[in-house]
């Protein structure tokens, strides 16, 4: 069973950073992509930056230039810097991998409130 453990979520105020990691266990893991989206109330679910096991990186229109989103392959763990938070960014965040087989997981998602 793979599971995705999310970390770092918090409430900071605007302009201030904070860094998500997800810790990936469980057998045959081997993701292919690994990457977070997140989900603000009252909306639908959207990518925020995805990253290739080769260290390919796609990232949202609105978080590009601020977010950056970094691989650890030997501990199957993703971590995403956000910097420059805005309001806007206040949403629950989720953990996404695909492995080879493209199955698709998620994390449980971890809470992040940007004050104004």
């Not at 990253?51 to 796609?58: D, E, F, L």
């Amino acid at each position: 069973q793979v599971q995705l453990v999310e970390s770092g979520g918090g409430l900071v105020q605007t302009g201030g950073s904070l860094r998500l990691a997800c810790a990936g266990s469980g057998t045959a893991l081997n993701m292919r992509v690994m990457g977070w989206y997140r989900q603000a109330p009252g909306k639908q679910r959207d990518l925020v930056a995805t990253i290739s096991r080769s260290g390919s990186t796609n990232y949202a229109a609105s978080v590009k230039g601020r977010f950056t989103i970094s691989r650890d392959n030997a501990k199957n763990t993703v971590y995403l810097q956000m910097n420059s938070l805005e309001p806007e960014d206040t949403a629950v965040y989720y953990c996404y991998g695909q492995d080879y087989r493209l199955n698709d997981y998620w994390g449980q998602g971890t809470q992040v409130t940007v004050s104004s």
